[in-house]
């Protein structure tokens, strides 16, 4: 059986020798030959450099928000050429980027609406978007990994749709999955993945206005490999409840069990929220690498700097536990 890998391929992104050569004893041991290909090994410097950003030109109308973080956001280049995305290529770096073209998102996107919910049903992306104000949240954005960046997203509230779908009194979480096309989705041809992508988010945290329905970046439409064209963007959490290309939101009464959870139950847990004193079991997350810097020496912040907005949710928990 072939021993699934975490959402952390490239090691030689990450800068502390111990952790990079765990990554990569890891790599060998554990992923076998379909990982190895899929992921390679990607030099630091060529990490950030001129790959194949996304090009520019769908512009969408939007206004600021005052959530916003006053951070220098990374640039376009840095966005949408420094990726992870499974299912266009296992590992974070330049890959998604590279196989961006081969996936074109369907016109009109459909959404499922599905389970504990009095508009159960299927809508197009142009319905979901009917009436919403498209805002710039320009948020800090921390991988698990341990890599960080700041970007300005374009997006909406998701509680503004989940109130549009009626949710019922048994709704407690709601769970998201992507698209399933191996044909278009190169990663998914890899048994890599349980697929396809699963994430869930437990209602309050769906509810929060800090939550948001994302579908572009820089005031432009998402391109491909940032989760075309329509994500979660979370941002006390780390980058992997952000789960991209959405074809369903499913309202459910047990705690969903995500892709990541599933993968690794002992390294991804289903709160995830960014904390400095819980580790990965595999490498420090006291501190980040803001890229493009090659240095993981800036301090983490607990909910990623966000705890003012959403450390009341989670009063009276073991975040250790609930990691
Ligand atoms: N969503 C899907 N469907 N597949 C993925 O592989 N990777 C996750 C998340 N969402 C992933 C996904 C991870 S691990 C991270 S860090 C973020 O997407 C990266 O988002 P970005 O490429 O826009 O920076």
Redesign the pocket.
């Known amino acids: 059986m072939l021993i699934k890998p975490p959402?952390d391929i490239p090691s030689s992104e990450i800068t502390d020798k111990k952790v990079y050569l765990n990554r990569r004893q890891f790599i060998r041991t554990a992923a076998g030959t379909a990982l190895a290909a899929g992921a390679g090994v990607i030099a630091t410097e060529k990490l950030l450099g001129a790959q194949q950003p996304a090009p520019h030109g769908r512009k969408l109308v939007t206004k600021s928000s005052p959530l916003s973080t006053k951070e220098t956001p990374n640039t376009w280049e840095h966005?949408t050429t420094?990726?992870?995305?499974?299912?266009l290529e296992p590992g974070?770096g330049n890959g998604?980027s590279r196989l961006a073209k081969s996936f074109k998102p369907a016109e009109p996107w459909t959404v499922s609406v599905e389970g504990e919910c009095a508009k159960v049903g299927k809508i197009n992306l142009e319905d979901i978007l009917k009436g919403e104000t498209l805002e710039d949240r320009i948020y800090r954005?921390r991988?698990?990994?341990a890599w960080s960046?700041v970007?300005p997203w374009v997006g909406f509230p998701l509680g503004n749709f989940i109130n549009r779908c009626q949710p019922t009194s048994k709704a407690k979480f709601v769970e998201f999955t992507?698209l399933l096309d191996p044909r278009q989705f190169p990663g998914q041809r890899l048994p890599v993945l349980d697929w396809p992508?699963v994430?869930g988010l437990r209602m309050d945290e769906a509810m929060h206005p800090l939550t948001i329905l994302g579908v572009g970046l820089y005031g432009e439409v998402l391109p491909s490999?940032?989760?075309a064209p329509l994500?979660t963007v979370v941002p006390w959490k780390?980058?992997?409840k952000?789960?991209?290309?959405i074809v369903k939101i499913r309202f459910v009464e047990k705690q969903p069990v995500s892709t990541w959870q599933k993968t690794a139950p002992n390294e991804y847990g289903f709160y995830s929220n960014v904390n400095p004193k819980v580790d990965h079991p595999r490498w420090t997350q006291a501190r980040e690498r803001r890229l493009p810097s090659i240095f993981q020496n800036r301090p983490t912040e607990l909910f990623n700097g966000y705890g003012d907005q959403v450390a009341s949710m989670y009063t009276g928990m073991d975040l250790k536990k609930n990691f």
Request: proline share 3%; hydrophobic share 30%; charged share 20%.
């Open positions: 959402a966005i420094y990726n992870n995305f499974y299912e974070a998604p954005h991988c698990v990994e960046m970007i992507t992508y994430e490999q940032d989760g994500r780390y980058g992997f952000g789960i991209k290309s």
